[in-house]
């Protein structure tokens, strides 16, 4: 097993500083360690709500955020301390792919272009017709027909056309890692599968590892391995998805996975739940940050931070309902992660 | 037969008359361009009962946004409504004055627009912005103190689940599921018999968008009015509504109990669309819908979905099926179901 991207007990705050040093900090990313293994590619699904930390965590994990504290390093180096080249080789390796599909195009240029700038950046080809050939092999690789793609502009595709090219871009640069930021959420249902179905080939048929940042666990639980979930920065729950979301533990993630609009007119929700109250901020909270709107809270959770206890092999929970499980004694959450190989591995071995 | 045995719903706590708050009749809206016409709505009719949650849902560019505008009158040029009535409680609405129409706006019929966060004026209070919508209303013999407005915006916002001193807050102090409740406090503030809430939470976050949804059918319960929620979110509308109408190239296909319509789809296109749904409960294979829905502005001689229908036959490509009944409360345009008995 060797490290890919590592953080390091990673904690990320945003503001505090000011013209007066008055202003309020924003704990974004909460003392959080974690790993991303090449030789086990996996998909990793990062959630919670807006203002959870989710999009910050995908941040340092490409590299556009600094650490506050803590460190994250590329292949076993610290980030920081990177050569020109090492960097120019982690962003060809690590390649985000973002939310809207509309935003990430100039309606000037044909979507070729898209396609054309990574390959020029990098020196990719050779030729021209290895560019071509290139090109076609990334689009046909997401289940597009180059002929119906290639010499249009942006407007004249689908949502999930000009998604699908996205990742097409980001297959050219041979990556180690895709990070799909709410990849689907601007796409039409019907069109998500085929978006979600080919994130999913990259991973299988490529072996590349994704991480997929979604507020949507429904489509979490379908493509990915392991999930980490996260409120007011810190990580309350994580594990493999069929762990973390058919049988949740923490309090906040009953509450996501109960939120969830089911298709189901039988199986409506339940009675209204409480706000989330933003007055707080994030450094007057000593103890659970959730302990505001849990419907488990004990007396001393306002004042005491939960650590990382551990529930199972494959799930941990960062509540104090789980202490008597003891505090785990390795802090890289993704310890507890298992590969679909792995689970079918030990599977295997249990029969 | 008594409504209450018309509309079987599993939603607690509903208050479903026999009253037409909403009668929809052959309502069209075309869009003249240059090129020809876009039949954006074309030949829609439903009717929505006092107390009744109706789901109007579709992929984008289906019609269904163009539908709620249409039924506020605030379709813009070179879009007009063609033809059809909007009767609500008794009176077409197409027939009024533009006057007329401004003040049954707020006061009979409400819209929650998609993204509040940019329906709401940035450098207005969030009081002032609610008052303006009262005020506006007010006969010219009516006079309302300062203090009564104040008043009045303190209990919408308690309503809408806010504390009342966000009456004094500017749009930007607030977060997004904030701002959709002040939307929803200027929906209900003049107890609107209607309120339309197109994907009133179509940028938020599960839990936001469940305390959202249930904020807003808590409001129509009270005021009894009836609500026509527009969206794509299939599992939203499985929570919510209590009727489904499934619009596809800007026809309604399917009308229908929502229980009935997700346990027994009827229209292909619904069948394919409630398969395509990922669920919690097992793990499958991703399938989409093959295919993209045809353009409004060269729509076939026939159906809209026969060439991404797995189930089209010699009949489909020749002329457009027509609703007919099939059973209790459900509709369908599908020629499969011809021979169906309009019980």
């Keep these: 097993m060797s490290a890919f991207i590592e953080l390091d007990h990673v904690t990320k705050t945003f503001g505090g500083a000011g013209l007066f040093g008055g202003g309020s900090v924003t704990i974004a990313v909460d003392d959080v360690s974690l790993t991303i293994d090449e030789d086990e590619p996996s998909i990793t699904t990062v959630a919670g709500e807006s203002g959870s930390g989710k999009t910050t965590l995908a941040r340092l994990l490409l590299g556009s955020h600094v650490p506050t504290e803590g460190r994250m390093l590329y292949r076993g180096k610290d980030f920081t301390k990177l050569t020109r080249r090492e960097r120019r080789t982690f962003q060809r390796e690590v390649q985000p792919i973002f939310q809207d599909p509309f935003e990430s195009y100039n309606p000037f240029y044909k979507v070729d272009h898209v396609l054309d700038a990574p390959i020029k950046n990098f020196k990719l080809a050779g030729s021209t017709s290895e560019k071509k050939r290139m090109i076609e092999d990334a689009l046909e690789m997401v289940g597009l027909v180059p002929e119906e793609t290639l010499g249009r502009f942006p407007h004249q595709l689908s949502g999930g056309q000009r998604q699908r090219v996205m990742v097409a871009r980001a297959l050219l640069l041979k990556p180690r890692v895709i990070l799909a930021d709410e990849p689907v959420s601007m796409v039409d249902a019907s069109l998500r599968a085929t978006i979600l179905d080919s994130i999913r080939r990259l991973n299988r048929d490529l072996g590349i590892s994704v991480v997929y940042i979604t507020h949507d666990l429904t489509t979490a639980y379908q493509i990915s391995d392991n999930i980490l979930v996260m409120y007011r ?22 509450l996501l996975i109960e939120s969830i609009p089911q298709p189901d007119p039988k199986n ?3 009675s209204e739940p409480p706000q989330q109250n933003w007055e707080i901020s994030d450094t007057q909270i000593t103890g659970c940050k959730f302990a505001d709107r849990c419907p488990a809270v004990m007396d001393r959770c306002p004042t005491t931070r939960p650590g990382q206890y551990l529930i199972n ?30 689970a079918l591995q030990a599977a295997a071995a249990r029969t | 037969m008594s409504t209450e045995q018309a509309i079987k719903t599993y939603r607690e706590g509903a208050r479903i008359t026999d009253v037409d708050t909403l009668v929809v009749k052959g309502l069209s809206v075309y869009y003249e361009t240059e090129s020809g016409t876009v039949k954006a709505v074309d030949d829609v009719s439903f009717t929505l009962k006092q107390g ?9 560019g289906s019609g269904k946004t163009t539908l709620a505008m249409a039924l506020m009158r ?30 049954a706006r707020l006061s009979e019929l409400a819209l929650v627009p998609q993204g509040a966060m940019n329906s709401l004026n940035p450098v207005m209070r969030i ?28 209990d919408l916002l308690t309503r809408v689940g806010l504390r009342p001193d966000v009456a004094r807050m500017f749009p930007h102090e607030l977060s997004g599921g904030m701002k959709q409740r002040v939307a929803m406090a200027i929906g209900i503030s003049l107890r609107p018999k209607l309120i339309i809430a197109d994907e009133p939470t179509s940028a938020l976050d599960v839990v936001v968008q469940r305390q959202i949804m249930q904020t807003l059918g808590r409001l129509q319960e009270g005021l009894d009015a009836s609500i026509m929620l527009v969206g794509h979110d299939m599992g939203l509308v499985a929570q919510f509504a209590d009727t489904i109408g499934v619009m596809y190239a800007g026809k309604l296909v399917e009308v229908g109990p929502v229980e009935e319509v997700f346990s027994d789809p009827k229209h292909p ?63 369908v345009a599908c020629y499969l179901y011809e021979d169906e008995d309009a019980s």
């Design chain 1, 313 to 342: 092999p494959h799930q941990l929970a960062t509540c104090l309902l789980y202490e008597e499980k003891g505090e785990m004694t390795n802090p890289d959450i993704t310890s507890t992660f298992q590969t679909e190989k792995q």
């Design chain 2, 127 to 154: 009081e002032k912005q609610i008052i303006d919508g009262i005020v506006d209303h007010l006969d010219d013999d009516e006079t309302v103190t300062k203090d009564q407005l104040r008043e009045t915006v303190r």
């Design chain 1, 268 to 270: 409506r929700w339940g």
């Design chain 1, 233 to 254: 920065g810190t990580i309350v729950e994580a594990g493999t998805v069929d762990a973390v979301i058919l049988n949740p533990q923490h309090p906040y993630t009953q």
């Design chain 2, 269 to 331: 296109y619904t069948k394919l669309l409630i398969q395509s749904l990922p669920s919690l409960q097992e793990k499958k294979d991703f399938v989409g819908i093959p295919g993209l829905p045809p353009l409004l502005i060269h729509l076939p001689q026939g159906c809209a979905f026969e060439d991404r229908c797995p189930s089209r036959f010699e009949k489909c490509p020749i002329a457009v099926p027509e609703m007919r009944g099939v059973g209790n409360r459900r509709e």
């Design chain 2, 52 to 60: 009744e949650r109706f789901a109007l849902v579709g992929e984008s």
């Design chain 2, 74 to 103: 605030l379709t813009r040029p070179p879009g007009h409504i063609a033809k059809g009535s909007i009767i609500l409680n008794n009176r077409d609405l197409t027939t009024l004055s533009e006057e007329e129409m401004r003040r």
